[in-house]
């Protein structure tokens, strides 16, 4: 099982950007999968996830700001991230967990700075 998770990088306060999580070795409609985030010197936490059924949840630091959301077709989760703030500045990580097992992306870096 890899995940592979990009889309990061550097943008202003009040911009955008959308991750993507892509799975090899699983089938990301019948997991939950969850995007995970860590800031420097902080502990990663849950951002926002997905169930099977497409059930969402998120964070309430970043309600109303971001979506989750899946493309069963192309394997793949998706973060949309709108309204970026400077405190959103962290790696950001896909996880699912198959059979009792977590599975994480390597991590993208999301920088939200003038």
């Known amino acids: 099982v890899q995940l592979q998770a990009s889309g990061g990088g550097l943008v202003q306060p009040g911009g955008s950007l959308r991750l993507s999580c892509g799975a090899s070795g699983i089938f990301f409609s019948i997991n939950t999968v969850g995007w995970y985030r860590q800031a420097p010197g902080k502990q990663r936490e849950l951002v926002a996830s997905?169930?099977?059924?497409?059930?969402?949840n998120y964070a309430d630091s970043v309600k109303d700001r971001f979506t989750i959301s899946r493309d069963n077709a192309k394997n793949t989760v998706y973060l949309q991230m709108n309204s970026l703030k400077p405190e959103d500045t962290a790696v950001y990580y896909c996880?699912?967990?198959?059979?009792?097992?977590?599975?994480w992306g390597q991590g993208t870096q999301v920088t939200v700075s003038s």
């Open positions: 996880k699912t967990i198959v059979a009792g097992t977590g599975y």
């Open positions: 997905i169930s099977s059924g497409g059930s969402t």
